[in-house]
């Protein structure tokens, strides 16, 4: 299964302005069922949590670098899809 097609990039977020053929469509939904298994068990609510404390529940210092402060913005935005993945494969 490929999730890249006609480009390098694939958007998995449905707010922009990306058209999706059906096709894409059809993996984007495969993708996100298998998050939803993934994260449906024990273990996987386990690693989800874990996650979500080290992104979410972590403040940065005001003397946070600013390299520093997008490197941990970037873990949030990265655990922020992970969940809007498992969100959408559960529906």
Same mark, same amino acid.
């Given at each position: 299964? =490929?999730?890249? +097609? ?7 977020? !449905?707010? #922009? *302005? %990306? ?14 069922? =298998?998050?939803a +298994? ?7 609510? !386990?690693? #989800? *949590? %874990? ?14 670098? =600013?390299?520093?402060?997008?490197y ?20």
């Amino acid at each position: 299964m =490929s999730l890249f +097609r006609n480009n390098d990039t694939h958007n998995f977020d !449905r707010d #922009l *302005a %990306y058209t999706a053929s059906p096709l894409q469509r059809q993996e984007q939904r495969e993708v996100e069922k =298998s998050f939803a +298994r993934l994260f449906a068990g024990d273990d996987g609510q !386990r690693v #989800l *949590a %874990y996650l979500q404390v080290l992104t979410f529940h972590k403040a940065m210092s005001p003397d946070a670098g =600013s390299e520093h402060m997008r490197y941990t913005e970037g873990q949030r935005a990265l655990v922020a899809s992970i969940l809007r993945l498992i969100e959408r494969g559960r529906t």
